[in-house]
């Protein structure tokens, strides 16, 4: 059984569009997270959300919409996407905001705005 | 400024070698996390330090906290081509925050 698991993997699109990427987690837990790592490989969090509530908002565009419709899902939707949001994203969850640091990441998902 | 520096950025070693991987800080944490990512693949967590000084074991991997926990290492004893991937420390805020550092990636080749 995947603990966090995130859909689509990889994600080819135009600049321009809007997208969605999805994820669940099976660990009863209560916060989950977006993760964005760039090409040098560097991660850096984006949103936190916990039983539901956004918690965490890094300074991330305003395109940007995270979603949770309760504690298991978090989605993050994409408005008018630039090249520069080319990237790997990877959803991850833990107990609470205070076990952040023993967070259990998806696989993440490589999207590649062309 | 990142808060977590890590060093070297990149390590290519032959298979039965020793290797050693820094993240040093000038902040003082209460604890701090060992990932491994491998390629393809969302990273996972290997070990969390908590006491100054402590010394945690993992097969072949010894983590150690810094005594003023600002620093750690990462020791791998007769590397293996299974221990290649990207090794990151992070830490993490009671609010949720995870920061990491910007990793070490490892080769081993047999």
């Known amino acids: 059984d995947t603990a966090v698991s995130q859909t689509p993997k990889y994600l080819v699109t135009q600049m321009g569009n809007d997208k969605s990427i999805k994820c669940e987690q099976n660990?009863?837990?209560?916060?989950m997270y977006w993760y964005k790592q760039d090409s040098k490989k560097f991660l850096k969090i984006m949103f936190s959300y916990n039983n539901k509530e956004l918690i965490i908002n890094e300074t991330v565009p305003n395109r940007f919409s995270p979603k949770s419709p309760d504690k298991a899902h978090l989605n993050l939707h994409i408005n008018s996407l630039e090249l520069g949001d080319s990237a790997v994203y990877f959803c991850a969850s833990s107990l609470t905001p205070e076990f952040a640091g023993e967070a259990f990441f998806g696989q993440g998902t490589r999207l590649t705005v062309v | 400024t990142q808060l977590l520096e890590q060093s070297p950025q990149f390590l290519s070693i032959q298979e039965g070698e020793n290797l050693t991987v820094y993240c040093n800080s000038s902040s003082v944490f209460s604890s701090l996390q060992w990932y491994r990512q491998e390629p393809g693949e969302g990273p996972v967590l290997l070990v969390t330090v908590v006491t100054g000084g402590e010394v945690k074991k993992l097969k072949r991997l010894t983590f150690q906290f810094g005594d003023a926990r600002k620093d750690s290492s990462l020791h791998i004893t007769a590397a293996q081509p299974g221990d290649t991937g990207l090794y990151l420390c992070a830490t993490g805020d009671s609010w949720g925050k995870l920061q990491f550092g910007a990793g070490t990636q490892v080769v081993v080749t047999p």
């Open positions: 660990l009863g837990h209560d916060t």
